[in-house]
């Protein structure tokens, strides 16, 4: 059998929509499964959408995706250039347009002057006076009379009317291809075997179907993958909010997170519903991707997520930590490495992002962090506070064992000398050493913080509440 090749295409007119991560994740797990090539075409024709920072950011949401690619822009490959745009330049499309209008089944359409819109003439003969002369001059494909039939991998058998689509324009009036020629001569060109993409193109399928047989080339195999949906069931747009696999890298989404989620939408890998997508490209079937649409529930992500993070490797989970930090330009610990892993180790166990995970274990890190309003307003400042503080900083001055046993045996010693109920010496503890009310478990927080670190914060506090409460004096 011949080598299956698979391509996404993606047109550099904006950041990579997470439909579009869910189409190139399909591609790239077929011909990963099928030991065959992933291509990457940047589809630029339209130079006053296209911009070379969409087509950067798509290629680095891509690799950050995992979805590494054969034949593309920066790797090269015997069937490029990869981008439409060097393509027209060097001549491609117009070529086989030509051929399409010597064989009959194309027209030249020459415009007026002045009224760029109006058309002057249609003509099998190359304008040539025309298009020297400055004259607008399109090509188009001359739609046959019948029926277009396809088969779909999801959807079956397919077929338009003919008399339904009306002749479509190849080459426009500036020289570059429209996107349903350049699609159908690239696909060729470039052997591709599988076209899966989304739902919106069904309708452009007919067109691409008749250039095919008109240049008496085989049809690839289609697979037209329902598109991911709003809650209100309309196509997921930034309406519903954001949608670009940029911003769920910012918000601290995992790429295995992200790629996981994005396959449950369709595929259904069997009962589980955690996994990483990388170990499951031998159980990927195309042909069992459900044809509804689905829908996109950001809650969902999150929950997924938030499963690798607690099962992932801790180590691993810091290197994806270190990464995010540097991505999204905050600050980085500088904390010792085996210290940092225990940090992410209690810390994970209650957030579902990155960006939670940093916000949660900032006073691990930092010692800048700030004290909740709540626990200036309801523990640091009440009465107790002050001998609370005073007794913790006391007892845990001469406390030796810093493990999670003896630290808990000082906070409950401190909560029987009756200061105040448990509760409350546990909280002014806790807001004192970080700032919050809610952490990882206190005993926990106090041994990984360590001696030096408590005491200075515990001191810290105190001299907080006296600044505040002389303040109000
Ligand atoms: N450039 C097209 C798009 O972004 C590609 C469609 C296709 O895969 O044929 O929608």
């Known amino acids: 059998m011949s080598e299956v090749r698979l391509r996404f295409a993606p047109s550099p007119t904006g950041y990579l929509h997470v439909g579009g991560a869910r189409t ?65 330049r060097a001549g491609i499309y117009a070529e086989y347009a030509r051929r399409l209008v010597e064989k009959g089944c194309a027209y030249y359409t020459v415009y007026d002057k002045l009224d760029r819109k109006k058309e002057l003439f249609k003509t099998f003969e190359f304008p040539k006076k ?10 188009s494909f001359k ?38 020629f350049a699609v159908v ?15 919106d193109h069904v309708s452009n399928t007919p ?21 991911i949906l709003g809650f209100d069931r309309t196509p997921l747009s930034k309406r519903h909010g954001a949608t670009s696999v940029e911003h769920f890298r910012s918000i601290g989404i995992l790429s295995r997170g992200l790629m996981n989620y994005l396959a449950l939408l369709g595929w259904s890998v069997g009962e589980e519903e955690i996994f990483n997508v990388k170990e499951r490209i031998d159980q990927f079937d195309p042909s069992t991707i459900s044809n509804k649409g689905v ?64 916000e ?26 002050e001998d609370v503080l005073k007794k913790a900083l006391e007892m845990f001055k001469s406390l030796d064992d810093w493990s999670v046993g003896g630290t808990e045996k000082v906070c409950r010693e401190l909560a029987q000398l009756g ?34 670190r408590t005491l200075e914060r515990l001191a810290k506090a105190l001299s907080y509440r006296s600044r505040l409460t002389q303040q109000s004096c």
């Open 360 to 385: 949660f274990s900032y006073p691990f890190f930092f010692d800048d962090f700030k004290f909740e309003d709540q626990f200036v307003s309801e523990y640091l400042t009440s009465p107790y506070a």
């Open 24 to 88: 190139a994740l399909f591609n790239w797990l077929y011909a990963r499964k099928m030991h065959g090539k992933f291509i990457i075409r940047i589809e630029d024709t339209d130079l006053q959408r296209s911009t070379m920072e969409y087509e950067k950011a798509i290629l680095e949401a891509l690799r950050w995706c995992g979805l590494d690619w054969d034949e593309g822009p920066d790797v090269g490959g015997p069937f490029g250039p990869y981008r439409q745009s060097e393509r027209t």
């Open 143 to 180: 739609v046959p009379e019948g029926k277009t039939k396809f088969y779909d991998l999801l959807k079956g058998e397919v077929e338009f009317d003919n008399s339904t689509i009306e002749d479509f324009v190849m080459i426009k009036s500036d020289g570059f291809p429209t996107y349903n």
């Open 419 to 452: 200061v105040a109920s448990k509760n409350k010496v546990f909280q002014t503890i806790r807001g004192a050493v970080t700032g919050r009310l809610v952490t990882p478990g206190l005993f926990e927080t106090l041994a990984i913080l360590g001696k030096e």
């Open 207 to 227: 067109k691409q179907i008749m250039l095919y047989r008109a240049l008496g080339w085989d049809i690839p195999q289609f697979m037209h993958v329902p598109l």
């Open 295 to 358: 829908i996109f529930d950001p809650a969902k992500l999150e929950w997924v997520n938030g499963k690798h993070m607690r099962t992932m490797n801790v180590e691993e989970l810091l290197k994806e930590f270190e990464d995010w930090i540097r991505y999204t330009d905050k600050k980085m610990p500088s904390t010792e490495r085996n210290y940092t892993l225990k940090v992410l180790e209690i810390c994970r166990e209650k957030v579902n992002t990155l960006a939670q995970l940093y």
């Open 185 to 199: 001569i690239d696909d060729h060109l470039m052997q591709i075997t599988h076209v899966f993409r989304g739902e």
């Open 130 to 139: 025309y298009v020297e002369e400055g004259y607008d001059v399109t090509v």
